[in-house]
Each structure stands twice: as structure tokens, then as C-alpha cells.
Nanobody, 120 residues
Framework: QVQLVESGGGLVQPGGSLRLSCAAS????????MGWYRQAPGKQRELVAY???????NLADSVKGRFAISRDNAKHTVYLQMNSLKPEDTAVYYC??????????????WGRGTQVTVSS
């Protein structure tokens, strides 16, 4: 099993910054992609940012130019740097990991989420 624990959420004013962290532990797959998703009240969960095991990244259009995703493979940790935050960024942010078996099959894991609230 893989455990994912997010941290770094909180209350921030519009225009402010936060850095989320997600630490993975347990039986971590040698090859894994990691991502950040968010879910606002009454809305579906959506992809925010994604980073592959070799460092390729993908960001949602709504956060391009403001957010950045990175990972430290030695620490099994993925980060989400969020700048120029807007009220519409308010949501619970979830960390995810997609682990790859040698057969090509995959297994998905999720953290419990961390609340980000952008408000004055």
C-alpha cells in the first residue's frame, strides 16, 4: 500500500501564495506519476497539475502561469507552488499517485486532501 499525506493548505488573501507538499510512504512504485487535483463545493474534482516520473509536467489552463508542480524523488514528495491565488482557487486539494507495475498495469492512490481558502 501507498500512503499520501498532504500539507501546506490554509487561508490566504487574494494575490497571495501557498506551497502544498505531499509525502508518499509505504510500498512506493519505482515508476510513478503524481498529481494534484482539487474539488470545490458543489463541483467535480478536477486536475490541477501532473508530473510524470521523469519530470514532464502538465497544468490546467486555469492555473498556467500561476502554479508550478515539482517533485523530489529522493524524498518521495511532490510540491505545488501556488502564486497569485484567486478566490476561485478555493477548494480541497488532493494529492494522487499512479504507480506502474512491470506488466503495464497501474494502481491509483489518493491523499485525504488539504483545504485551501482564498479570501480577504
Amino acid at each position: 500500500q501507498v500512503q499520501l499525506v498532504e500539507s501546506g493548505g490554509g487561508l490566504v488573501q487574494p494575490g497571495g501564495s501557498l506551497r502544498l507538499s505531499c509525502a508518499a510512504s509505504g510500498n512506493i512504485f519505482p515508476i510513478n506519476d503524481m498529481g494534484w487535483y482539487r474539488q470545490a463545493p458543489g463541483k467535480q474534482r478536477e486536475l490541477v497539475a501532473y508530473i510524470t516520473s521523469v519530470g514532464s509536467t502538465n497544468l490546467a489552463d486555469s492555473v498556467k502561469g500561476r502554479f508550478a508542480i515539482s517533485r523530489d524523488n529522493a524524498k518521495h514528495t511532490v510540491y505545488l507552488q501556488m502564486n497569485s491565488l484567486k478566490p476561485e482557487d478555493t477548494a480541497v486539494y488532493y494529492c494522487s499517485m499512479k504507480g506502474y507495475f512491470s506488466s503495464g498495469a497501474t494502481s491509483d492512490y489518493w491523499g485525504r486532501g488539504t483545504q485551501v481558502t482564498v479570501s480577504s
